[in-house]
Each structure stands twice: as structure tokens, then as C-alpha cells.
């Protein structure tokens, strides 16, 4: 099992582009999530999914959208990039009920 | 919504001495409480958590300790070793919904050969 596989691994963006982060989970599990993490600041949760068909927002949901695809895919959208953007993006799952995250590697994306 | 709160920031101990991080929670409602250890440039892992009606658990040198009344909760590392040295991240349930976690701002814990 490859567990949280997460897509890009790296990207740099200009302001104004647009771009997907693509996840998927091999666990069969129900819930999905998107975090962000910047220095000094932990883990803050941008969308999550808590089964298929189903999205909400978390704590820094603004100038991001996300697409849950079917159960093992969770997609990530910023549709027009900006500097403040610019952090390590984490994707995660966790069975139904459950909050024990797993994580994927992450996507460190820089907008210029 | 929660507000976790995490201390200290950065942690440095002798190899063998004792490491403990504490953090404090607002939402009185929050019934689960899990600890990630984050390796640099690595993935956050799980390595311990603890529900509301347990005070105590331990899995060989790492322990969890809460206080429901106090609103905290702490991880304690025995005997530490270099390979402990990484970020520590706690987090607490959003109410009681199994649906977010709210994380704390992280303790780098470096250990000392």
C-alpha cells in the first residue's frame, strides 16, 4: 500500500496562475483533507471531505476549492495564485469516525 | 471555533533526560487529543493520542497526561535519544465532532548527544 499520495511534490507559480494539487489514498478510507502548514503556525485545515460527494470548509478555506473525485481522490484548486499562498500543502485521510490522520509527503509550492 | 496553544516553542534536553510539551485547549466540548512528531522535511505521523475519558496513556517511553477540568494536556518522553529530535505537534478535536482537528503552533525538540 503507498498509503496518501500527494502530486506535485514541488512547484514554483507566478501571481495570477492557477493550479491543481492532486491527492489519493489507497486506504479505503471515508474522510479527505487539505492542510496548510507555514512556519510557526502548525497544521490549519483549508477543506476537507468527510465521505464521498460530501466538501466543507475548514479554517482557511479563501482562494482555494477543492473537488472530491470519488473516494480515493481529493483535489486542491488555486484557481489565481498569490505570495501569501506560498507554504508546504499537506493532504490526509482518515477512516470514518476517526480522526487518526495519515499524511501524505506534501507539496511545497511557491508563488512568486 | 478551538484554539490550542502549545508550549514551549523550542525544546533542547540531554540524551537520556526526560522532554515534556504541554498544551492548552478553549473548547471544553473537544474529546480527542493526538500528537503528531514531524521529522524534517518528512510527512507528520501519529504517535500517540488519548480520548476524553482516559487521563493517562502510555506506549513505552512516550506517555499522554490530561486534564479535563484544566483544560490541558501534555506528552512526556523518557529517556530521550537523538532520534527523538523533530517538530511535536498537538492537536484537539473541534468540539466533539470527528470531523477536524485543530493543531498547535509545534515544539521543535532537539536532543543532545
Known amino acids: 500500500n503507498a498509503g496518501v499520495t500527494q502530486t506535485p511534490k514541488f512547484q514554483v507559480l507566478k501571481t495570477g496562475q492557477s493550479m491543481t494539487l492532486q491527492c489519493a489514498q489507497d486506504?479505503?478510507?471515508?474522510?479527505m483533507y487539505w492542510y496548510r502548514q507555514d512556519p510557526g503556525m502548525g497544521l490549519r485545515l483549508i477543506y476537507y471531505?468527510?465521505?464521498?460527494?460530501?466538501?466543507d470548509k475548514g479554517e482557511v478555506p479563501n482562494g482555494y476549492n477543492v473537488s472530491r473525485l470519488n473516494k480515493r481522490e481529493f483535489s486542491l484548486r488555486l484557481e489565481s495564485a498569490a505570495p501569501s499562498q506560498t507554504s508546504v500543502y499537506f493532504c490526509?485521510?482518515?477512516?470514518?469516525?476517526?480522526?487518526?490522520?495519515?499524511f501524505g509527503s506534501g507539496t511545497q509550492l511557491s508563488v512568486l | 471555533g478551538e484554539n490550542v496553544e502549545q508550549h514551549p516553542s523550542t525544546l533542547s534536553v540531554q540524551e537520556g533526560d526526560s522532554a515534556v510539551i504541554k498544551c492548552t485547549y478553549s473548547?471544553?466540548?473537544?474529546?480527542?487529543f493526538p500528537w503528531y512528531k514531524q521529522e524534517l522535511g518528512k510527512r507528520p505521523q501519529l504517535i500517540i493520542d488519548?480520548?476524553?475519558?482516559?487521563g493517562e496513556k502510555k506506549d513505552q517511553r512516550i506517555a499522554v497526561t490530561l486534564n479535563k477540568t484544566a483544560k490541558h494536556f501534555s506528552l512526556h518522553i523518557t529517556e530521550t535519544q537523538p532520534e527523538d529530535s523533530a517538530v511535536y505537534f498537538c492537536?484537539?478535536?473541534?468540539?466533539?465532532?470527528?470531523?477536524?482537528?485543530?493543531f498547535g503552533s509545534g515544539t521543535q525538540l532537539t536532543v543532545l548527544p
Open positions: 486506504m479505503n478510507h471515508n474522510s
Open positions: 488519548i480520548r476524553s475519558n482516559v
Open positions: 473548547d471544553s466540548a473537544s474529546n480527542y
Open positions: 471531505s468527510a465521505s464521498e460527494g460530501t466538501t
Open positions: 492537536a484537539a478535536s473541534l468540539g466533539n465532532s470527528a470531523r477536524q482537528l485543530t
Open positions: 490526509a485521510s482518515s477512516e470514518v469516525g476517526g480522526l487518526r490522520l495519515f
